[in-house]
């Protein structure tokens, strides 16, 4: 026995009788490409096979989406419902009130506006509209408010639409109205044929709307006349003139014309234009996008908790594993690629697994009173949100990676 | 002739201050192309250190080391992944197979990290599994093979791509007797048919008459050897 001195050839003698080319060092690493492509398999094979796991994950991101949407949907449902009656009165500009931030009445405006919209040369027709809050008495002694519509007959704009009992035209025929077929409950069993006292007149039910209501008591119409009577509005007064643009006229080129033509007395939008001021009102100058926008970014928050403590605890419950791959050659940037891909999974399928289970719930709890609302470009921008926000959650994961030592395979 | 494993001087000191500890006091150590050499001792000896060192997962405090006269103590920590895919096959005392992937696929996995496209590496992963007595058991994960064959498949990945260094720490020691025996006798067999040259750290002297050389570390360092 010899101490640290290199051994004899007993070794060379014992193996076989020619001894084969010593192995060379191996040429090339894979490429970028083949490292991507074995990490995402290896990736999706180890999140498939911790089923349980994988399911935490994913809970946290559909409860993120779910959570989210359903606030952000509120949010848009409230939004739309502040513009209903613009988007549906078939008007392209509005001449309101000056200072205007929403659909309500503020100091009537002079009839010397709807005169001169008229004559203007684009000009299809121009209509007054009366808006005003009036309570209905109800058969059991109580008071209800609703938000009255008088519109000028024969109606050009402004009228009631989606009407599921009667017409329009009922209108014409003295002291009658039209109501909200989701409040006839509310206003005490309405019929058609019913009377109630509106403002102190009885008025008779003429007909039904469906879903008319907007963040304000629902929509009840009359004719012109009637409605100035209940409103108490002076003749030569109005709450808006509604402007129909002639066929291949810009509204907003309308909305600035007339502007200019009747000066500081009014404020006049294109419709477009108008809904967004009132978006901005509703954000800028009501609590309605703080609350909105901290319970939306609480669902995140806690979908962000979730994925970054699931993908963190898959990876330390599997740490002999990854000290594997790294003993095996694959880099921390390797192992960020597989985290990469199994986080966009978790995006992807979570995604889809909420968006179709919110969609449900927005199909179940639709109501006239409420909507919850999505846009397409709500489901996008959730693909996008949260596979931004698994690649990011997974960082914590990442970093207890980064620190591992390929020495403990050997511990 | 260059020499596959050549340590020179290989200093470990594991901690600082008053905790440091000296695991190994410079430590002499060569392997030749093709050798098949057995590095045994007492538990706490230090084997495991020096296998590490040597396989490029943990630096020496001081001294040299090369593999196939490439220097590869002193590299920068971002080199190391590099240095262990050119030079080093791995086989673990636990065999350390990725459980959610297939025998064929944990073989893969490591030839496509030697450059190797995802075709080629799954049919050289089924040629191997073939080799090691396993071309029935492709498709089986890791909690479906027996411990000798999962220690069997450690080996062929181990040998896959070709490397010319295999590093095994006490791959025997969670085997009995036979399955052991087995392991090793093949993993000597397909050494030496391809040329790898082997360090296999063992307890277990019923295998010692496998190897070329059996090198004796005690309290961190080499006290003999014998063939
Ligand atoms: N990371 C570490 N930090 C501090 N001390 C360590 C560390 N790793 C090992 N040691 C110490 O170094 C000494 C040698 O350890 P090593 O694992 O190399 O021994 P070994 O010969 O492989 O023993 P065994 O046969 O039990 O596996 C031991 O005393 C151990 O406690
Ligand atoms: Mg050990």
Redesign the interface.
Known sequence: ????????D???A???VS?????????????LA??W??MAR?GL??M???KLKMLGTLIGVVFAVILANQQLGTFMGLLQKNVLFLRNSGADVWIAPPGTTQFQSGKPISDVALMRARVMPDVEWAEPLLLGSVTVATPVGGAEPVTLIGVRLPIKGGGPWNMVAGTPEVLARPDTMIFEDADREKLGGLNLGSVREVAGHKVTVGGFTYGLIPFAPSFAFASYDLARELLKTPRDRMNFVMVKAKPGTDPVVLARALQENLGDEVKVMAKDDYAKTVYGYLLRATPLGITFGTSTLFGLIVGFVIVSLSMFSAVVD?L??FG????????TADLAKLLFVQSVAYALVGSTIGLALVSNLANAIRSPRLALVLLPQTFGATFFVMTALCVIASSLALLRLHRL???M??? | MTLAIEARDVVKTYGVGDAATQVLRGVDFRVKKGEFVFLAGPSGSGKTTLLSILGCVLTPTSGDVSLLGTRVSGRKESELPGLRVAYLGFIFQGHNLIASLTAAQNIALQLELRGHSPREAMKEAESLLDRVGLGDRTHHKPGELSGGQRQRVSVARALAGGPPIILADEPTASLDAQAGLLVTEMLREMAKERGHSVVVVTHDNRIYHLADRVVQIEDGTITGESS
């Open positions: 026995m010899t101490t640290g001195v290199f051994a004899s007993a070794g060379d014992r193996a076989a001894p084969p080319p010593a192995a060379a060092p191996l040429p090339s690493r894979a490429s083949v490292r492509r074995a290896t094979r180890m498939l096979h911790d599997n002999r594993e594997t791959l790294k003993a095996l050659g694959t880099t030592e390929p020495a395979v050997f511990r």
